[in-house]
């Protein structure tokens, strides 16, 4: 027993004593020397320890499924075991280590003979090269060949020229209007002063031509532009629910609250506040956009249910180079 | 131990005598100088938090219905991309904690970008010879954003599948081709194909990321090839930087700062909510909630695309240049072209060529101080029309009324910032040029009556 104890002392002795050297060989410091300050050695210690008890509160927290609030106490626990790292840190930076100021030169700002000699160097070198000029417009043509053939592989990244896809959508004469659980929708299940968004029945809806806005509206309020007449059966009439600025979905419906003050009702987008009037074809009333947005023309089935009776007005979505050229198919 | 360390590394890498010039590389000490570095932290806190959560993030819009714990989202359609959000937030242990800390730090990271960028305009330090240094800095801050960008997108939830949108009409409307880019890179017309999302993935996790990374080594190594700026102060010269050696003096202050931004971000992440997309809801293209705001980094886009009057311009049946592109792709352009000729253009306008590493103080240069703070002004007041749906939701201000109000302020205003601040530098440089007579007058009598016979 007291062998063990004796080797558990010489052990103890050794590991303690292992750091410390025979005193120091007489030399000029490099980083001047300072006063010990045991009081800030001790709080730096108080601080490591912290950081440790704060580390392992994280575990713990993590390890215990009952405690509450997980993420605001994994948060809190492993924030404050950084900031008393931090604050360990900062007093070892002001109390403990050398404070110092050093000069040093600005490194040179130019080496003109070194400038020189890469420049003959590089002029040496082409020496054998009788007609430069040439060489050079036949290493730039090839060199541009070459990366414009590393470069086509990207066009496989989508069908860069086709611009069909642009004005297609899903509807056509006689596709029924569904919600978005799928359901028909009625024409006497559309109300006034509230909007209703609309999807072809059986076909994608996550594609931009898809989304329709339907709101009724007083047929004797209605002044939609020439040739749509007929395009609002019951005074119910359908955009596309893509707003023609930026895309998001004409989300909000403004119905006129406080006649005088908002004078008529309007879809508006709540990305950028593009407003359009529904009564007068979705034309701009206000905001960024720069087309009105598509009127899809409806149509009342036999069973009451509303169904488009042809393609929108227009292309659908955000504007581009060809967007006014074409109908949409 | 330390002699066995110096040893075996010097021994292998012969790296000793560059290792003792690192060590005593001078740093000059003011405040401002730590901003780069705040953004150092947060990258590598963004690159930390990042990697885990790639761990389970599944970038797929193969459709799925939520079936998990978040009982409101019960039996919604939404896409795999973004129920693994939703699982990083509820189901992963720490998981929420990770991702809120990672969009913390995307939003400080540009935060502290920005100011250095203020810092570094203001003062003059990306005059020759750290103009490339800042040009680097710049293309890092444009990355950054885009990063960003990408980086809230990946989530799928309703507010940034809005976001995508946007940023699809913004490339639809570069001029003649934006169709064909936006088809490139989407696959096809918005919201593009089953591609898109494993090509925002990969940007965001690792093309961007090496990006920001390269330029970052060139960065530090630029501005340790040519040392820090300092202001001018005794010893402080054009010759001779003055300040405190890599070791020990700014190791264990650049250690702390470092903890302290990760302390902070953690104790964000962890207490302070951020982009709760469990509440957003997943993305349809035929959905849309009001109040949609960006990360803050992007309010200054989302500010002028609402600003600009509704117009596409034609000719005859094309548009030439469709309503998004002014505010969504010119504005920016414009804003980092004047960064980034900057330098060049005050070279010519002054004449300046000369190496400088002594800062200016503001008032020093009136011209590029009134400049600044005008372009800064622009900026801010266009990112302020950005919230104007937020004042008139909670301060019932016209809606209306606000737009024109910005439409004429952003223009006026700079202009009179422009004014103001050039004059307010001329009296400041004024009143240092009477304090400067006072001090030598001062000094002359008191050389005066030490000289004076005493009687």
Known sequence: ?329 | MIRRTVRFLDERSGAAPFLRKALRYVFPDHWSFLLGEVALYAFIVLVGTGIYLTLFFDPSTATTYYDGQYQPLHGSEMTQAYRSVVDISFKVKAGLLIRQTHHWAADVFVVAIVLHLLRIFFTGAFRKPRDLTYYIGLSMLGLALLEGYLGYSLADDLLSGMGLAIGYSVLMSVPIVGANLAELIWGGPFPGTHAFWSRMYVAHVFLFPMLIATLLGAHLALVAARHHTQFRGRRKTERKVVGVPTFPGQTPRSLGLMSAVTAVLFLLGGLVQINPIWLWGPYHVGSGTNGAQPDWYLGWLIGALRLVPGFDLTIGNYTLVPNPFWGGALFPLVVFGVLFTFPALERRFTGDHAFHNLLDRPRDAPWRTAIGAALFTWIAFVFLAGSADRVFVTFFVSYGWQILFFRIAIWVVPLAVLVVTRRVCLELQGSDRVEHERELAEEEARRAASLEPVR
């Open chain 1, 1 to 329: 027993m007291s062998a063990l104890w004796r080797w558990i002392v010489a052990a103890i002795v050794l590991l303690l004593g292992r750091g410390r050297r025979p005193p120091p060989i007489e030399r000029e410091r490099i980083v001047p020397a300072g006063e010990p300050s045991p009081r800030a050695e001790l709080l730096v210690l108080a601080l490591f320890g912290a950081t440790a008890a704060c580390s392992i509160a994280f575990v713990v927290v993590y390890a215990v499924e009952s405690i509450p609030h997980q993420t605001q106490f994994l948060g809190l626990s492993l924030g404050l075991a950084f900031a008393f790292l931090a604050a360990a840190l900062i007093v070892i930076a002001e109390r403990l280590v050398a404070t110092e100021e050093l000069e040093e030169d600005y490194p040179v700002p130019a080496h003109p003979a070194e400038q020189e000699t890469l420049e003959q160097l590089v002029e040496e070198s082409g020496d054998r090269m009788t007609r430069k000029r040439l060489l050079l417009l036949g290493g730039g043509a090839a060199g541009a060949a070459l990366g414009a053939a590393l470069v086509t592989p990207a066009l496989s990244l989508g069908p860069a020229f086709e611009i069909a896809p642009f004005f297609r959508t899903p509807w056509r004469r006689g596709v029924r209007l569904v919600d978005e659980r799928g359901r028909p929708i009625h024409a006497d299940d559309v109300l006034e002063e509230t909007f209703y968004t609309a999807y072809p029945e059986g076909a994608d809806r996550e594609e931009l031509g898809s989304p329709l806005v339907v709101v009724r509206l007083r047929p004797a309020d209605l002044h939609l532009p020439a040739g749509r007449g007929g395009w609002a059966p019951h005074g119910i009439v359908a955009y596309s629910k893509i707003c023609t600025h930026a895309g998001c979905a004409v989300a909000l419906y403004r119905k006129p609250t406080f006649p005088g003050v908002e004078p008529r009702p309007a879809l508006v987008c709540p990305c950028h506040y593009s407003t359009f009037d529904p009564a007068r074809g979705a034309k701009v009333l206000f905001g960024p956009a720069g087309r009105p947005l598509p009127q899809l023309p409806l149509l009342v089935g036999p069973d009451g249910e509303l169904r488009a009776a042809g393609n929108f007005s227009g292309p659908v979505g955000p504007a581009w180079w060809g967007v006014r050229n074409r109908r949409p198919s």
